[in-house]
T-cell receptor, first 116, second 112 residues
Framework: DSGVTQTPKHLITATGQRVTLRCSPR?????VYWYQQSLDQGLQFLIQ???????AKGNILERFSAQQFPDLHSELNLSSLELGDSALYFC???????????????FGEGSWLTVV | GDSVTQMEGPVTLSEEAFLTINCTYT??????LFWYVQYPGEGLQLLLK?????DKGSNKGFEATYRKETTSFHLEKGSVQVSDSAVYFC???????????FGTGTSLTVIP
C-alpha cells in the first residue's frame, strides 16, 4: 500500500458526460501528479500540483481540469467525455519539489474509466 | 527536452533466465533515474533508483547502474521468476520541480 488513495476504482459513463476523480496523497506529501495510462499511448503525464498551485502541465486536454485543495487532496475533472478517454488514471504524490535528488513519487492504484 | 527511451516489449523469458531491459535517457543537468514496476491490476511501485553517475540501484535481485557516459540505466536480473511478470517503466526526474518522465513500459512475461 503506497498510501495514495484514489476513488472511484472503476467508473463507467456515457460519451458527453463529466466525471470527477479524487486523490488523497500520502500523509505529508505536498505534491500531486496525475497520469493517464492507455494501451496505445502508455503513461502520459497530465498535470502536477504543489501545495495547491499548479506546477507543471503535460499532455492535458482542454476538456480536462484539476485542482488541489487546502487539505492537499486533488480532483481531476474530465468533461465532454469521448470514447478515447477510456483509460486508467493514476494519481501520484511526493513530499516536496526540491528535497534533493532522488525524490520518489508514489502511485495510487488508479481509477479505471470506461466511456461507452 | 528531458525524455526516456526504453526497450520495446513484450519480453518473454523462461524461469531462471537472465533479464536485461534497456533504458537510455536525455536530460539537461543531472537527473535521478528510477525503475518502477506495475504488476497486473496494480499501480506503479518503485523498484530501484540511482541519484548520481556510477550509482547502482538494487532491489529484489534487480540491479541498474547509472551510466553517464552512455546515458543509460539498464535493468538486469540474473534469474527471473514467474512472479517477476509485470510491466517495467524506466523514469527520470529533474530536481527542479521534481518532474518525472516515464518510458513507454516493457511488458515481461516469465514462463515456468
Amino acid at each position: 500500500d503506497s498510501g495514495v488513495t484514489q476513488t472511484p476504482k472503476h467508473l463507467i459513463t456515457a460519451t458527453g458526460q463529466r466525471v470527477t476523480l479524487r486523490c488523497s496523497p500520502r500523509s505529508g506529501d505536498l505534491s500531486v501528479y496525475w497520469y493517464q495510462q492507455s494501451l496505445d499511448q502508455g503513461l502520459q503525464f497530465l498535470i502536477q500540483y504543489y501545495n495547491g498551485e499548479e506546477r507543471a502541465k503535460g499532455n492535458i486536454l482542454e476538456r480536462f481540469s484539476a485542482q488541489q485543495f487546502p487539505d492537499l487532496h486533488s480532483e481531476l475533472n474530465l468533461s465532454s467525455l469521448e470514447l478515447g478517454d477510456s483509460a486508467l488514471y493514476f494519481c501520484a504524490s511526493s513530499v516536496s519539489l526540491d528535497r534533493g535528488l532522488g525524490n520518489t513519487i508514489y502511485f495510487g492504484e488508479g481509477s479505471w474509466l470506461t466511456v461507452v | 527536452g528531458d525524455s526516456v527511451t526504453q526497450m520495446e516489449g513484450p519480453v518473454t523469458l523462461s524461469e531462471e533466465a537472465f533479464l536485461t531491459i534497456n533504458c537510455t535517457y536525455t536530460a539537461t543537468g543531472y537527473p535521478s533515474l528510477f525503475w518502477y514496476v506495475q504488476y497486473p491490476g496494480e499501480g506503479l511501485q518503485l523498484l530501484l533508483k540511482a541519484t548520481k553517475a556510477d550509482d547502482k540501484g538494487s532491489n529484489k535481485g534487480f540491479e541498474a547502474t547509472y551510466r553517464k557516459e552512455t546515458t543509460s540505466f539498464h535493468l538486469e536480473k540474473g534469474s527471473v521468476q514467474v512472479s517477476d511478470s509485470a510491466v517495467y517503466f524506466c523514469a527520470l526526474s529533474v530536481s527542479t520541480g521534481n518532474q518525472f518522465y516515464f518510458g513507454t513500459g516493457t511488458s515481461l512475461t516469465v514462463i515456468p
